[in-house]
């Protein structure tokens, strides 16, 4: 079976074919565009590795806003998450897409800023998984959440010291891979641009 991961940009799927299929952008360890294929095609087998970003959002009482993944989706349904996360489409810069994103899925509109980023893989059955090398941001916002049903199950905002403490108790149970290991990070590392959010 062939590794698209050390492939030559020439082999790597190029087209968005696939009957209903957004086209995503493939990438390298060092977030360089090698090629483009469907989200479904993404997302297959062990999955191939895309450009992706997660978004949490903080209210000015410094709650962060997580939602539950929709019934309906392909890989972590019901499963609670972060504020927003979702992948540029193909010729998308990520600052168009951020804002897209958040508006459509949540209704929001808002300054956004970067934190950091990293790859993982992640494997939900034997057919589907996430691979990403993923961006995340951090912005404020207490305007009323309009969320998409198709998206979002269901939504509230929770203290992060709460949200630890629910996450020590239910672990890999109940909430998305990406987001624990994004949420071990922001507290470990980005507090002080968290706290930030609050005197901007």
């Known amino acids: 079976m062939m590794d698209w991961n050390e492939t030559s940009r020439e082999m790597l799927p190029s087209d968005d ?15 360089q565009e090698v090629g483009h294929a469907s989200r479904a095609r993404c997302h297959e ?27 309906v989706k392909r890989l972590w349904p019901l499963y609670w998450s972060n504020s927003c996360c979702s992948h540029p489409r193909r010729t998308e810069s990520m600052d168009v897409a951020i ?3 958040l508006n459509e ?9 970067f934190l950091f980023k ?10 589907g998984a996430e691979h990403e090398l993923c961006s995340v941001f951090i912005g404020r916002s207490s305007a009323p959440v309009r969320a998409d049903p198709a998206e979002v199950a269901a939504w509230r905002w929770i203290a992060p010291a709460a949200l630890d403490a629910e996450m020590r108790a239910a672990g890999a149970a109940r909430f998305t891979p990406w987001f624990t290991q994004e949420w071990a990070r922001i507290r470990r590392d ?5 706290r930030a959010l609050a005197r901007g």
């Open 105 to 113: 899925e949540l209704g929001l509109a808002c300054a956004l800023q």
């Open 190 to 194: 980005h507090e002080k641009a968290v």
């Open 118 to 127: 990293f790859k993982y893989q992640a494997q939900f059955d034997g057919a």
């Open 99 to 101: 804002h897209r994103r």
């Open 17 to 31: 074919s696939v009957a209903g299929g957004e086209s995503l952008i493939l990438v390298d360890d060092s977030d």
């Open 45 to 71: 087998g062990a999955g191939l590795l895309h450009r992706a970003f997660s978004l949490f959002i903080f209210n000015d009482s410094g709650e962060v806003l997580i939602q539950q993944r929709s019934a």
